[in-house]
C-alpha cells in the first residue's frame, strides 16, 4: 500500500486543514507539509468525540473489542507504509517499527480480550437486607463507568506504541471513551497513516466519526486548548517533564479540575550489590551498556545511574561497561530538539564538580553515541543535577563506600519508573533492607536484569511517584491502565435492567 500523506487534520471523520502549515523535519527521504492545529479544530473535535460517546459509552463490551480488533487489522494492512514513513521521520531502524507495529496491535487485541472478560469491571453487590436491625440495608450494586472525551498526547519517542493508536488510546477506547489524539510534530507522516486506519475501522464497524479524531500539532496553543476544553474529563501523556508538568498545571486549574496522566520519565538507577558485584561485574557492566544504548537511549527506562561499591570489583565493572560502550556506533536521535537536550545534559554532567569522563564521544547533529561519567556518593548527593534524567546514552557510575551508603543514595532519590537490583543469593540481606525504600519510590523493582523493554501484561505497572509520574496510583502500560478512564458508580434500589454491565 503506498501512502502519500495529505498533511490534514482527522477530525470526526473529516479530513480538514487551515491555512497555516508546517514542515516535517525527516530524519532522512523527502518532508512534507501538515497542517498546523487551531484552537477551533480542538473544539469541533471535543464536541464530536462528546456527541459520539452518548452512544460509544453505553455500547458493548462486543462492540467495542470488534473495533479494537478491527484497528489492529487496518493497521496491519498497512503495515509496509507504515514502516515506510516512520522510519524517515524518526530515524528508526525497519526491525524497530516492525516491533513496535507488532506491540501495538497486539495491546489493542490485548484490551478486546480484557474488557470481554469483564473483570475490569470490578462488580461488587451487598445485597439488601430489610429486616437487618437497627436500620435495613438497601440493595447495593456498583460497576466502573467511563469518564467521557479523553485526550491523548502523542509521544516523541514511541511513534507507534506511545502515541495515535497507543496504549493511552487503545485503553480509553476499550472504556467507552471516545479519544482526540494531539499529533506529535516529530512524527505527523507516521501519526496520519495510523488515523486513517481508526477511521476505516470506524467506517466497517458503523461507529460514530467523533469516537476519535487526530489534530495535528505545530502549535503550542492546541494542547492547551485540548487539555482546558470543558469536555475533557482526563488525559493521557508521555514526554518531558517540563512539558508535562506546564499540562499537569493546567489540568488542575481549570474550573473542573481533571486527572492527568503523564509519564514523564526517570534515571532507572541500578545497584550492584557486593557479592554479585564480585561475581560477575564485568558481565553486569556490559549488560548495561548494551541497555544504556538501545535504541540511542532514546527510553524512559534507560538505566541511566548504577550504584556500586567503590573498589576492584567496582573497577573492573566500570572498565567492561566502558569498553563495551566504546564500541557502539552512532546512532539517529529522534529529533533535532532531542539531540541538542542530549547535548545539554551531556555538557551538565561533564561541568558539574567532582565528575570524571570514563568515555567521551560525541552528539553531531542528530547522531550520537554514548558518554559515560564517574562519581562518588558524597558528590552525587550533594549536586541535586547529577540525579536528572539525561535523555540518551549517557551512563553514570555511582561510587558508594559501603552498602550503608547505598542505603542514603536509595533514599535521596525521587520517584522513578524502575530501580533494579543486581544480586546474589547472599546479599538477600542487603537487598531486603533495600526493598522498602524501592517501594516508596518506584512502579517497577526489578532483579538480575534490565529495564528496558517494558511486557504489555496484566502484571505491568509503567508509572510512579512524582516525577515519574503525575499519578502514584496509574500505569500506562498494561491492562490495568483501563483504570484511568473509569470511575465507580453505585446503583442503589435500581431494577436490574437499569443497572449497566449487570451479572446475571
Known amino acids: 500500500m503506498n501512502f502519500t500523506p495529505h498533511g490534514k487534520h482527522l477530525i470526526a471523520g473529516n479530513w480538514t486543514s487551515g491555512d497555516a502549515i508546517f514542515s516535517s523535519s525527516p530524519a532522512h ?4 507539509d501538515y497542517a498546523v492545529g487551531r484552537v477551533e479544530d480542538v473544539d469541533a473535535a471535543v464536541q464530536a468525540a462528546e456527541d459520539a460517546f452518548w452512544d460509544y459509552g453505553y455500547s458493548s463490551r462486543e462492540v467495542r473489542a470488534e473495533f479494537l480488533n478491527t484497528i489492529a487489522d487496518e493497521i496491519e494492512a ?3 507504509a507504515i514502516t515506510e514513513i516512520g522510519t524517515q521521520e524518526t530515524g528508526l531502524p525497519e526491525a524497530r517499527l516492525q516491533g513496535e507495529r507488532g506491540r501495538t496491535t497486539g495491546q489493542l487485541r490485548l484490551f478486546a480480550s480484557h474488557i470481554l472478560a469483564g ?3 470490578d462488580r461488587r453487590h451487598d445485597g439488601a437486607l430489610p429486616d437487618r436491625q437497627p436500620l435495613p440495608r438497601p440493595d447495593l450494586k456498583m460497576v466502573q463507568r467511563p469518564i467521557g472525551p479523553v485526550a491523548v498526547f502523542g509521544a516523541s519517542n514511541f511513534p507507534l506504541a506511545f502515541s495515535t493508536a497507543g496504549g493511552d488510546t487503545a485503553a480509553a477506547l476499550a472504556a467507552g471513551c471516545p479519544v482526540v489524539v494531539k499529533g506529535h510534530s516529530a512524527h505527523p507522516g507516521t501519526g496520519e497513516i495510523i488515523a486513517e486506519a481508526i477511521a476505516a475501522a470506524i467506517r466497517k464497524c458503523n461507529l460514530q466519526p467523533g469516537v476519535f479524531s487526530m489534530i495535528q500539532g505545530g502549535n503550542r496553543a492546541v494542547g492547551a486548548a485540548l487539555v482546558q476544553h470543558p469536555l475533557i474529563k482526563a488525559v493521557g501523556f508521555t514526554g518531558s517533564l517540563a512539558g508535562g508538568r506546564a499540562l499537569f498545571d493546567l489540568c488542575a486549574s481549570r474550573p473542573e479540575p481533571i486527572p492527568f496522566f503523564g509519564e514523564l520519565g526517570s534515571v532507572n538507577p541500578m545497584f550492584i550489590l557486593n557479592n554479585a558485584l564480585h561475581a560477575r561485574g564485568e558481565a553486569i557492566g556490559k549488560g548495561w551498556a548494551a541497555s544504556l544504548s538501545m535504541g540511542a537511549g532514546q527510553f524512559c527506562t534507560n538505566p541511566g545511574i548504577a550504584v556500586v561499591c567503590a573498589g576492584e570489583a567496582g573497577e573492573a565493572f566500570a572498565t567492561a561497561a566502558c569498553q563495551a560502550l566504546g564500541d557502539v556506533t552512532a546512532q539517529t ?3 533535532d530538539g532531542i539531540a541538542s537536550a542530549y547535548r545539554d545534559g551531556q555538557r551538565q554532567i561533564a561541568e558539574t564538580s567532582g565528575v570524571q569522563e570514563l568515555l567521551v564521544s560525541m552528539c ?5 553515541t554514548p558518554y559515560l561519567y564517574r562519581t562518588t556518593a558524597k558528590n552525587w548527593l550533594n549536586n541535586h543535577a ?12 555511582v ?9 542514603k543514595i536509595a533514599l535521596s532519590l525521587q520517584g522513578q519508573l524502575t530501580c533494579t537490583l543486581h544480586m546474589d543469593d547472599s546479599d538477600l540481606p542487603a537487598a531486603a533492607a533495600l ?15 534490565f529495564p528496558t523493554g517494558v511486557e504489555v501484561s496484566d502484571t505491568m505497572v509503567h508509572g510512579g511517584p512524582y516525577p515519574a509520574s503525575t499519578n502514584f496510583g496509574a500505569t500506562s502500560v498494561g491492562t490495568l491502565s483501563i483504570r484511568r478512564f473509569l470511575r465507580p458508580v453505585c446503583y442503589q434500589n435500581l431494577p436490574a435492567e437499569l443497572v449497566p454491565e449487570r451479572q446475571a
Open 364 to 368: 553531531d547533529q542528530r547522531d550520537a
Open 386 to 397: 547529577l540525579a536528572e534524567e539525561v535523555f540518551g546514552p549517557l551512563g553514570l557510575i
Open 78 to 80: 498497512r503495515a509496509a
Open 119 to 121: 473483570d475490569y469491571l
Open 29 to 32: 527521504g523527502p518532508s512534507h
Open 399 to 407: 561510587e558508594a563506600e559501603n552498602e550503608a551508603e547505598m542505603r
Open 333 to 335: 536521535m529522534l529529533t
Open 435 to 449: 526493598m522498602p525504600i524501592f517501594e516508596r519510590k518506584a512502579g517497577r523493582i526489578l532483579a538480575n536484569g
